[in-house]
């Protein structure tokens, strides 16, 4: 067996030899000023009412501003103008944002945390302008209302097939709040995202360190009533977006409140994916997808957890693990930087991905870009370029 710091010495020449010198930074750049182009397009054919979600036989599919992901196309113009200092992309980023400002009038369930973060909150870290951080404040009152201390943590859903349902995806949620208590001395926001996050460790995580999707809680007793998926294979199953919303918030916790537990948490998620990515870099939509449905990829998932590896990759203290996290990055991003994702300038509607899955099973955005791939794999291209 090789000794550890062979081992470590060797996994680091690597990373020096495949990341960082064999071609990556270059597929960065390239991939920065696309998205620039690829923004001004997809911007172009929007009205005020309406941010993109995807791309289906030649057409752009559009939501109205309270659907979950209206902040991501915000979002990644502002990512696209951080690559690429464009003022361009920067102008559409304000334009963007902009229309999401006055959060009660698109607020309707736990994502109001992607809604603003990537909009509103993104525009702060750029601007400094007040009148982001009002929308940022906003939001964190009215995600905390849904808290509720008998199970707690934060209710996902109002729909009335659950008692209290909980999504993995929910973990996403909680930087608002950690973000908001450290800006407006609201320490109780805090209290609630470590409940959360640590009510999350104990019932949403198998033996395996795979997450389910959903967890329904009783409202007045706190117990669990059944834990389950919705846009998975199984209830058994593990759904890649799923796992993906784990890795990333965990390790954003962790970042977060400095809470080790939450690095532990992040570690043994990144364990079980690991191995599995080896093989497939951008992975299937389920991992536990049937032979006839696991050629599907789910590049959104891939993006999420690019993204997430190169930030666990700087905060975890095991080397080794660092220097895999980071390789897996990279060989994540080098597969989602050639041509088989990227799109080419001006194709698909000015989505930057090809080849992701919304709802496999209810045959919803199966195998088309979706803006929350695109918002990730920007991400994924910032951290790693910031490193
Ligand atoms: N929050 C829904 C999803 O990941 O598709």
Redesign the pocket.
């Known amino acids: 067996m090789m000794n550890n710091t062979l081992f470590i010495a060797l996994a680091g020449l690597c990373v020096l030899s495949c990341g960082r010198t064999s071609g990556l930074d270059d597929m960065i750049d390239a991939a920065a000023e696309l998205s620039a182009e690829q923004c001004l397009v997809l911007g172009g054919s929007l009205d005020d009412v309406t941010m993109p979600k995807t791309y289906v036989d030649g057409k752009i599919v559009t939501s109205n501003l309270k659907w979950?992901c209206s902040g991501f196309f915000p979002g990644t113009c502002w990512y696209s103008y951080m690559l690429t200092g464009r003022q361009d992309v920067r102008e559409l980023a304000c334009e963007r944002t902009a229309l999401l400002l006055d959060v009660d009038s698109f607020y309707t369930h736990h994502?109001i945390g992607?809604q603003v973060m990537c909009s509103s909150g993104l525009a702060y870290r750029n601007t400094g302008e007040e009148k982001y951080l009002d929308a940022v404040r906003r939001a964190a009152e009215l995600l905390a209302s849904r808290y509720n201390p008998v199970t707690g943590v934060i209710c996902s859903w109002d729909f009335p097939e659950y008692s209290y349902p909980v999504?993995i995806?929910n973990m996403?949620n909680l930087e608002l709040l950690t973000f908001a208590a450290r800006q407006f001395g609201m320490p109780q926001w805090k209290d609630i995202a470590v409940s959360h996050a640590d009510r999350t460790i104990e019932n949403h995580f198998r033996e395996d360190d795979s997450t389910c999707h959903l967890v329904d809680y009783d409202s007045e007793t706190g117990k669990v009533l059944r834990k389950m998926t919705v846009?998975g294979y199984s209830d058994d199953s593990a759904w890649s977006?799923?796992q993906s919303?784990a890795l990333y918030g965990y390790t954003m916790m962790y970042r977060e409140t400095g809470l080790e537990r939450y690095l532990a948490q992040a570690e043994k998620v990144a364990e079980y994916l690991l191995p599995l990515l080896a093989e497939r870099p951008v992975p299937a939509w389920d991992f536990d997808a049937p032979e006839d449905m696991v050629s599907q990829d789910d590049a959104?998932a891939g993006a999420v957890m690019a993204s997430a590896f190169v930030e666990l990759s700087t905060l975890t203290a095991d080397e080794e693990l660092s220097h895999r996290c980071l390789a897996q990055a990279e060989a994540t991003l080098k597969a989602l930087c050639g041509s088989e994702y990227l799109a080419a300038k001006g194709e698909i509607g000015g989505f930057i991905l090809k080849h992701s899955t919304?709802?496999y099973m209810k045959g919803s955005e199966v195998d088309v870009p979706l803006t929350?791939a695109d918002y990730y794999f920007l991400e994924a291209l910032y951290r790693y370029r910031h490193l």
């Open positions: 979950w994502d992607f999504i995806d996403m846009q977006r799923g919303w959104s919304g709802f929350y």
